[in-house]
């Protein structure tokens, strides 16, 4: 019974490739691109909803004044500002700098804070009542799906935060800190259009 | 030619292949261009499959792959593909051009001295207005029946005052939904006298299965009588029968959501009875208008559309007879 | 040796050795036993058959409702139900159809269960979450059951158009069960979309460029992108009208300047799309039965993934065609009717290079060839009607009346459900391991097709003679009686066809010949595997030479080497010529999904009783998740020892 006990074959070898790979090589990072690409459909349309609303009526905003400006101006600000810190903290991830993304996580966590405190007093100046009119269901929709994600983050970059604090820490943690940044700048980027809706479109629609 | 051969599948008074008015007409050449179309190009495409599948079919099981491809006659397919899809892409345009010019068509009817009458939709009836625009106060205002004289130029308004309806009236015009918050117009034009049937079609609730109305096509003469017998109001009881007949009406609950124009009722929740006599359908449009389908309508309407707002109405044997004396004088 | 990359070489093994580490795959990638395991799952094949079975008896629950409706339609007037039973049941009936059958058969079950195997990766990506879609799917559905076991089913038709379904004339909480049904199906098909495209993207077998990837996964893929970009649009409709009917939100109510038709616009923008997703993957299937059951490669390649594609990007154009009867602009008309039939032409080109495929091959007539047969039969004259209705003024007679109950369930039947019931002819031996009888299967398919067209072609002539559709009854006099009993006489024979399929099934799985790994001599990858795979798909990870694996496989196909197999490694690729790239550790099985599930199901549930529901809801949800991420001890020690970063 002498049989053929070993066979040759050819094979590609891929005990050299890496294992923490980050952005486009982390299958993670397609996972938040796909729940950016829902999310800000879901945006879209309801910022369409708004403008198809304000296409059927006459008064816009219907009987009641625009949001006010300042807080939501603020929190603008106070977004646009943390790009900062969070770039630099996902730079300093990729690289595995364990003690520049705790920081960055901190930062991010108290930025946070203050965008949840702002976003409370813009909520009591949008001079709006979600039953009153279509609009008013409107901005409030829009301001809730945004404050949705804005909690949502911040948790995850508080969870994020105690982790990396623990001794969990390897690389797939760090590909983790990028793909919080990465949620971060969603949120920021998606607050952009929605102010411009919120505050300045009916400023703008009324003249 | 082959629609003549089928057509007597299709006549009757709630169908668009028997149209009696222009738009209908146009329609329906449209729609029979699409049908020679698509069913000459479906049996082509099922009898090219056909062939193909038998003439070539494995008897002897699975063959390897390249033993069956062959890149010479992929070329040539790839031509015969090209070809198929240009004569699709043709025979599209055909067809959109086509339903573009009938589109055209059933728009352009003139609408200057078109009659305009008011419908507003309602779960499950259907509120009919004739307006005059000089005497705001005076107006036809009837329910589930619609009359136009052969050959005018009617003008449509729709709207609802509750959910979607639709109106549809098959063998004059396509339909147009009756939507809250939008005022929908629709111009009809009528050349066959008749009676023709429309009936909801948009779901809106439990009796969309009874919301139908019929549009009655008549001569000029007949109309004008028509229109002038539903301006004036009630006549007044001749006998004591339709005079109790009358009480009967005017104490129970009735009034509640009736209008009879010549007595004190006024309510507009339901259908205007001030003509209720001269209207060939009770119900919107599921009974004939006879005593005894009007007896038990009354008596309880719930038992025959279940879930409509009227409510069952209880009564000695002899004061429903006497309300329906009287009903029957509301001609 | 310090380059990241794949490396080619020679290597010597032994079939012993071989044998050994089937056994410790084995080990390694089993799925968990006993009660508590079940709801630990993270195997795409597990996920996937749970799937199928459970669409399925979603799809039989439908059916047996639409008995239901048939015999009340059997005669005039009739009182054998009642209008609010009535209008429960054919709501119901769609609602299950659309949402709980057919998305998730076609779309999650098949590319959940097919997609890994044919792109030759041991799972799908985001396994937890693949769970986590299911559970959320499986209790959508119970929910929607239990509510109308209590006479709380939704009544308002599967699209619940306002104000119908608002707060003024929809009372009780059944538009609200619909409205949150939409909830639990659409987060999961989501889910799985954006699964479907990473695993697409990222772990394709090495040589499986885009020009070599399976027909049938890139109609999954291009599927995925609709979803994506479709179910937004029914999130929105719902969430607005779950708003205003429990938080006095005013979106649809005209008077204070809502609008509403904007409900039907947000609806419809995902509602085309939808039927699309549906049909798509019958396309996908048919694609793949025809090229194995004519014995060469699919004709005309190119030109079926660019169909594809076209098609899933003029979906988004069509959706005003659903309103052709609610008085929009005349322009608008115009261009909705260009789009309606400019998207004849993707379709047309996919039924040619299909044509041409059989035709210039060697066809084998099995069951599965005869469902496709059927298919092309039944499908091409749903498409044909759908000519009709995109032509507004031919719309404006025959929409909302039977002719488009027709034209819809040609196209929906004919287009998914006949490629659907080819599939599992074509598939159950690598699904079970045995064959479906090939004498039973030809009964079923001749009684279902024979049923079909009896119940359904006559509902066109049904809709020219003036019956509109959602009537509980019709009058005697309206000359509808005659063809609505032959409807309904041939719902006996598409029961009888069902019931034949389920019986060859059952006899099947316990008589049926056993298989081997692949039947019909495929060339998909999936037939590379065991029938029934193994829970670690492949033993050796394959590369690829063409467009059909397994045909055009070199003698000496290089198989992948270098994986830690004492964890769940995986290789990802690039997603343009699928070089390896990297690789990634797949989720062993966890209890997280079934819990998360279970919180998003209270969460959902209870919201529609309280908005609170949401905020109160949130923290154990909150808990739910950190939980499922929380990596272990055991877990980080190992991979600190082996991380191998990028570098960049």
């Keep these: 019974m002498a049989e053929e006990l070993t066979r040759r074959r050819q094979v590609l070898d891929l005990s050299m490739l890496p294992n923490v790979t980050f952005a486009t090589r982390s299958l993670t990072w397609w996972g938040t691109i796909g729940m950016m690409a829902i999310e800000g459909g879901v945006f879209a349309l309801v910022i369409a909803a708004y403008f198809y609303l304000h296409s059927r009526s006459q008064d816009w905003p219907p009987g009641v004044l625009p949001p006010d400006l300042t807080w939501g101006t603020v929190n603008t600000v106070i977004f646009l500002l943390s790009v900062i810190p969070t770039e630099w903290y996902r730079r300093r991830a990729r690289k595995g700098d364990l003690g520049a993304v705790r920081l960055g996580l901190i930062l991010a966590t108290f930025i946070g804070v203050a965008n949840l405190a702002v976003r409370y007093l813009e909520l009591r100046h949008l001079n709006c009542d979600w039953s009153q009119t279509a609009y008013g269901s409107a901005v409030w929709l829009l301001m809730g799906l945004h404050i949705t994600h804005l909690l949502t983050d911040w948790v995850e970059t508080v969870v994020l935060t105690v982790l990396f604090y623990s001794p969990h820490i390897e690389g797939k943690r760090f590909v983790d800190a990028e793909e919080n940044a990465s949620y971060w700048y969603f949120v920021v980027l998606t607050w952009l259009p929605i102010y411009l809706v919120l505050y300045w479109a009916p400023r703008w629609l009324r003249s | 030619m082959i629609f003549s051969a089928i057509s007597p599948l299709f006549s009757g008074h709630q169908t668009p292949l028997s149209p009696v008015g222009p738009q209908a007409r146009h329609i329906e050449h449209n729609l029979l261009l699409i049908f020679s179309i698509t069913s000459i190009v479906y049996v082509i495409v099922i009898a090219a499959l056909t062939y193909g599948v038998f003439r070539n079919r494995a008897r002897e099981g699975f063959v390897p792959h390249t033993l069956v491809e062959d890149p010479e006659i992929d070329r040539k397919a790839t031509l015969a593909v090209g070809a198929a899809l240009g004569l699709t892409i043709i025979l599209l345009l055909v067809m959109m051009i086509s339903s573009f010019y009938t589109s055209h068509s059933t728009a352009v009817l003139a609408q200057a001295q078109a009659i305009k009458i008011d419908v507003y939709g309602h779960q499950w009836w259907w509120e009919v207005e004739y307006p005059i625009d000089e005497q705001p106060y005076r107006m036809v205002r009837t329910a589930n029946e619609i009359h136009v004289p052969l050959g005018a130029v009617v003008t449509v308004h729709a709207t609802s005052r509750d959910v979607i309806h639709s109106f549809w009236a098959p063998n004059i015009h396509g339909k147009k939904d009756l939507v809250p918050g939008y005022q929908n117009d629709l111009t009809l034009q009528v050349d066959e006298a008749g009676t023709w049937r429309g009936q909801c079609a948009e779901f809106c609730g439990l009796q969309h299965a009874h919301m139908a109305f019929d549009i009655v096509a008549q001569s000029r003469e007949d109309f004008d009588r028509w229109y002038q017998q539903q301006l004036s109001p009630a006549p007044e009881p001749a006998s004591s029968q339709e005079a109790h007949g009358r009480e009967v009406f005017l104490t129970h609950a009735c009034v509640m959501c009736h209008t009879i124009r010549g007595t004190t009722a006024s309510a507009t929740v339901g259908p205007d009875l001030t003509h209720l006599a001269s209207r060939s359908m009770i119900a919107a449009g599921t009974l004939k208008n006879t005593r005894g389908n009007l007896a038990g309508w009354i008596s309880n309407a719930q038992s025959i559309k279940p879930g409509v707002r009227m409510p069952p109405n209880p009564m000695p044997a002899s004061d429903l007879n006497d309300l329906l004396a009287y009903l029957e004088t509301l001609r | ?648």
Aim: aromatic letters at 16%; proline letters at 6%; one cysteine or more.
């Design chain 3, 1 to 648: 040796m310090s380059e990241q990359r794949a490396v080619l070489n020679d290597q010597t093994f032994s079939i012993v050795d071989e044998a050994e580490r089937a056994r410790h795959l084995e080990r390694i990638w089993a799925e968990p036993k006993g009660f508590i395991g079940w709801f630990k799952a993270v195997h795409h094949t597990t996920i996937g058959k749970r799937y199928m079975v459970t669409a399925f008896v979603f799809f039989l629950a439908a059916g047996l409702l639409a008995g239901v409706m048939r015999l009340q339609l059997a005669f005039p007037e009739a009182h054998i139900i009642g209008p609010d039973l009535y209008n429960q049941i054919f709501t119901m009936h769609g609602t299950v159809m659309m949402f709980l059958f057919a998305v998730p058969m076609m779309f999650e079950a098949l590319s959940v269960y097919f997609v890994p195997l044919m792109v030759g990766t041991r799972n799908i990506a985001f396994p937890r979450l693949n769970a986590f879609s299911y559970y959320l799917f499986l209790f959508g559905g119970l929910m929607l059951f239990a509510f109308f076991f209590v006479n709380s089913g939704p009544d308002r038709g599967w699209f619940a158009y306002v104000p119908l379904s608002g707060p003024d004339y929809g009372p009780g909480k059944r538009a609200d069960i619909w409205a949150q049904l939409i909830t639990f199906t659409e987060v999961s098909a989501l889910a799985v979309a954006v699964e479907v495209i990473v695993t697409v993207f990222k772990l394709r077998a090495p040589g499986m460029s885009l020009n070599r990837i399976p027909i049938f996964v890139w109609g999954q893929v291009v599927v995925s992108f609709m979803v994506i970009f479709a179910m937004p649009g029914v999130v929105v409709a719902s969430t607005m009208l779950l708003l205003d009917r429990t938080a006095a939100t005013q979106f649809y109510n005209p008077a204070v300047g809502g609008d509403v038709l904007l409900y039907q616009h947000l609806f419809w923008w995902f509602g085309h799309p939808e039927v699309y997703i549906i049909f798509l993957p019958g396309t996908a299937i048919v694609s793949t039965i025809v090229a194995t059951f004519s014995r060469r490669h699919v004709f005309g390649y190119m030109a079926l993934v660019l169909s594809l594609i076209a098609t899933g990007f003029i979906a988004f154009g069509l959706w005003v065609h659903h309103m052709f009867a609610t008085g929009i602009p005349q322009m608008s008309e115009a261009f909705f009717t260009a789009a309606s039939m400019m998207i004849a032409i993707p379709a047309g080109t996919q039924i040619f290079c299909w044509l041409t495929t059989v035709v210039t091959g060697k066809p084998v007539l099995k069951t599965p060839m005869w469902w496709v047969l059927g298919f092309f039969f039944v499908f091409t004259i749903g498409g044909m009607t759908g000519i009709f209705v995109a032509s507004v003024p031919v719309d404006l007679q025959v929409h909302d009346t039977y002719f488009v109950v027709a034209h819809f369930h040609y196209v929906l039947i004919g287009g998914a459900v006949f490629p659907l019931f080819g599939a599992f002819a074509y598939w159950f031996p690598k699904i079970t391991g045995r064959m479906l009888s090939e004498r039973i299967g030809m009964w079923s398919f001749w009684l279902f097709t024979i049923g079909f067209n009896i119940t359904f072609f006559p509902m066109h002539i049904l809709g020219l003679r003036g019956m509109p559709r959602r009537v509980y009854t019709y009058p005697a006099d309206a000359g509808w009686t005659v063809l609505n009993q032959i409807q309904s006489a041939g719902y006996l024979f598409l029961f009888a066809g069902v019931s034949l399929f389920l019986w060859n099934v059952w006899q099947s799985l316990r008589h049926g010949e056993i298989s081997s790994p692949n039947p019909w001599q495929a060339g998909g990858l999936e037939w590379a595997t065991d029938s029934p795979p193994r829970p670690y798909n492949f033993l050796n990870l394959p590369t690829v030479n063409g467009g059909e694996a397994l045909w055009d496989a070199l003698p000496d196909q290089p198989v992948l080497t270098g994986l830690h197999e004492d964890v769940r490694e995986i290789v990802t690729t690039r997603i343009h010529d699928a070089e390896p790239d990297g690789r990634d550790e797949m989720p062993e099985p966890t209890i997280w999904p079934f819990i998360t599930a279970v919180v998003t199901t209270a969460l959902f549930i209870g919201s529609i009783f309280r908005p609170i529901a949401v905020s109160i809801g949130a923290v154990p949800l909150a808990i739910a998740l950190i939980g499922w991420f929380w990596p272990t001890r055991e877990e980080s020690e190992r991979r600190k020892r082996r991380d191998i970063w990028q570098k960049s």
